[in-house]
């Protein structure tokens, strides 16, 4: 089984920054790769990025303002999004699978994922 704890969003300016944190536990086996992705009212869910064996994977919206880290230390996934636009408004959500090598891609039908933090830009 997997638990994923996301903490870290919050309401914002649009231009600013939030760092969201996963905390994982899992098995290392299930946990190969992680992502995020997100869901607006109203709107389809997003994958944003994902993580594993090293490598990252972005979503082409994102690339270049959200950077997707592991501290595996910590078993703490990051997400650091800046230049927030209100566009950006959504739950966000760490997620987890057992995806290897290329298979692990910002997708959004990952087998596990946290209980969503919310993130809201105002303009």
């Known amino acids: 089984q997997v638990l994923l704890v996301e903490s870290g969003g919050g309401s914002v300016q649009a231009g600013g920054s939030l760092n969201l944190s996963c905390v994982v536990y899992?098995?290392?086996?299930?946990?190969?790769?992680m992502g995020w992705f997100r869901q607006a009212p109203g709107k389809d869910r997003e994958g944003l990025a994902s993580?594993?064996?090293?490598?990252?994977d972005y979503s082409n919206s994102v690339k270049g303002r959200f950077t997707i880290s592991q501290d595996n230390a910590k078993n703490t996934v990051y997400l650091q999004i800046n230049s927030l636009k209100p566009e950006d408004t959504a739950v966000y959500y760490c997620?987890?699978?057992?995806?290897?090598?290329?298979?692990?891609?910002?997708?959004?039908?990952?087998?596990?994922r946290g209980q969503g933090t919310q993130v809201t830009v105002s303009s």
């Open positions: 993580i594993g064996g090293g490598k990252t």
């Open positions: 899992g098995s290392p086996t299930t946990t190969k790769c």
């Open positions: 997620a987890a699978d057992s995806w290897e090598g290329a298979e692990c891609r910002h997708w959004t039908s990952f087998s596990f």
